[in-house]
């Protein structure tokens, strides 16, 4: 696994991103964190990948719905970097530019994850690839999520065409987040799903803290 790249952020913004897998509960967190940091009275822009664009929602559809049939894991690779690179240049950048808290419910870990490890593509190749369409710019935070896919999986009913990939690809896929994780830990916090909602947006709180150089972790939910 190669060395974590170079730091690229706007010098006024904050970037929090999301990870783990399906069902854990990423969204449900990034809302809690997001009513949180307005309560700081800071600009909060609230986002996800993939399809938080207009460009972005179609290939969205191209890669996650099933009537669209047999997709090569290359093709899908460089459909969730596009996504990715519009994402960043629409909607992230500008938003960091002008001093916003950015919270986005998955960023290039998933591709790092599902695409990578997942469909066991070369992890090197795809990170120089998921680099390369978002700038070199890595989160100031990343909270993972972490669970056992198959009860995350669980609790989705109708899956899209990576949900139903089969649980080898979920199980690398997760071992693939904790190794990220562990290879910098200091822009990471990883934290057990089914901790508790309330308990896990206080741990979340705790931690964003000091970025936005206020108290955290006792605000009530």
Do not use: C
């Amino acid at each position: 696994m190669p060395p974590v790249p170079p730091q690229n952020t706007a010098p006024d913004g904050v970037f929090i991103v999301f990870e783990g897998g399906d069902g854990v509960g990423k969204s449900t967190q990034a809302r809690r964190l997001a009513d949180w940091v307005r309560q700081q009275g800071r600009e909060v822009v609230l986002t996800f990948q993939p399809g938080d664009t207009a460009i972005g929602a179609t290939l969205r559809d191209l890669v996650l719905n099933p009537t669209w049939g047999d997709v090569s894991p290359r093709a899908e690779a460089l459909m969730y970097a596009a996504d990715k690179a519009q994402h960043v240049h629409e909607v992230v950048m500008p938003a960091l530019r002008r001093g916003a808290v950015v919270i986005s419910d998955r960023y290039v870990d998933s591709m790092l994850a599902y695409q990578g490890a997942g469909r066991v593509l070369d992890p090197d190749r795809v990170e120089q690839i998921a680099r390369w369409a978002t700038d070199d710019l890595l989160p100031d935070l990343t909270v993972l999520l972490d669970l056992d896919p198959d009860r995350g999986l669980a609790t989705i009913r109708d899956k899209d065409r990576l949900e139903d990939a089969g649980a080898d690809l979920h199980l690398r896929a997760r071992q693939f987040f904790l190794d990220l994780a562990a290879r910098d830990p200091e822009h990471y916090l990883v934290l057990p799903a089914r901790t508790g909602v309330r308990k896990l947006a206080e741990l979340v709180r705790a931690r964003v803290a000091p970025l936005l150089s206020v108290p955290g972790g006792t605000v009530a939910p």
